[in-house]
């Protein structure tokens, strides 16, 4: 079995990681650490765009056979052929990357809310290390593997996987040793 690594990098407030670490653990049944050393990504930074390559920051990171890593940031990622991203992992790779930057309510004119915010962090979380386990996005709209293009999107879905995406998850992650 693997296990999950959180890494921050440009992470505020840190208090949310280890609600996020905890919340992993339950749903998904697999350890979950929090990587003390914050990544600095300002080498990713496009200047024209006033936004980080979630590409280049996760084809950066070293492959690790037994874990899978989860960055943790505030800045507001892209791709080239999108405009921004919420997170981002290759499929069956071992890196992903999430940003609260267009998850919380301020970004959209709306007041805070924590929880909320909390809510939206697990599911894309969950979502990006469904990647790394293989599995593409579902059709079930209300499976944590729907894609999702704005943050109604990812309210409306579970923080679950529905039952096929679970099977292909738990079959994934269980076919490795951790160490």
């Given at each position: 079995m693997y296990k999950i690594v959180l890494t921050p990098c440009v992470f505020e407030p840190l208090?949310?990681?280890?609600?996020?670490?905890?919340?992993?653990?339950?749903?998904?049944q697999i350890p979950v650490e929090i990587n003390k050393k914050m990544l600095d990504l300002e080498v990713?930074?496009?200047?024209?765009?006033g936004q980080?390559?979630?590409?280049?920051?996760?084809?950066?990171?070293?492959?690790k056979q037994t874990?899978?890593?989860i960055l943790c940031t505030?800045?507001?990622?892209?791709?080239p052929i999108f405009t921004f991203v919420f997170g981002l992992a290759h499929l069956s790779g071992c890196c992903g990357i999430i940003s609260?930057?267009?998850?919380?309510?301020?970004?959209?004119?709306?007041?805070?809310?924590?929880?909320l915010l909390s809510q939206r962090m697990v599911k894309e979380a969950v979502h990006e290390l469904g990647h790394l386990a293989g599995l593409k996005h579902c059709q079930q709209y209300d499976c944590v593997m729907a894609s999702s293009a704005t943050a109604d999107d990812i309210d409306i879905k579970s923080e679950v996987f529905c039952p096929n995406c679970f099977n292909q998850f738990k079959?994934?992650?269980?076919?490795?040793?951790i160490f």
């Amino acid at each position: 079995m693997y296990k999950i690594v959180l890494t921050p990098c440009v992470f505020e407030p840190l208090p949310l990681l280890p609600a996020l670490q905890t919340r992993l653990e339950e749903l998904l049944q697999i350890p979950v650490e929090i990587n003390k050393k914050m990544l600095d990504l300002e080498v990713f930074f496009d200047v024209q765009r006033g936004q980080y390559n979630a590409l280049q920051i996760i084809q950066s990171l070293p492959k690790k056979q037994t874990e899978k890593t989860i960055l943790c940031t505030t800045v507001d990622l892209f791709i080239p052929i999108f405009t921004f991203v919420f997170g981002l992992a290759h499929l069956s790779g071992c890196c992903g990357i999430i940003s609260t930057h267009r998850l919380v309510n301020r970004y959209y004119g709306l007041p805070d809310d924590p929880e909320l915010l909390s809510q939206r962090m697990v599911k894309e979380a969950v979502h990006e290390l469904g990647h790394l386990a293989g599995l593409k996005h579902c059709q079930q709209y209300d499976c944590v593997m729907a894609s999702s293009a704005t943050a109604d999107d990812i309210d409306i879905k579970s923080e679950v996987f529905c039952p096929n995406c679970f099977n292909q998850f738990k079959q994934h992650f269980a076919s490795k040793p951790i160490f």
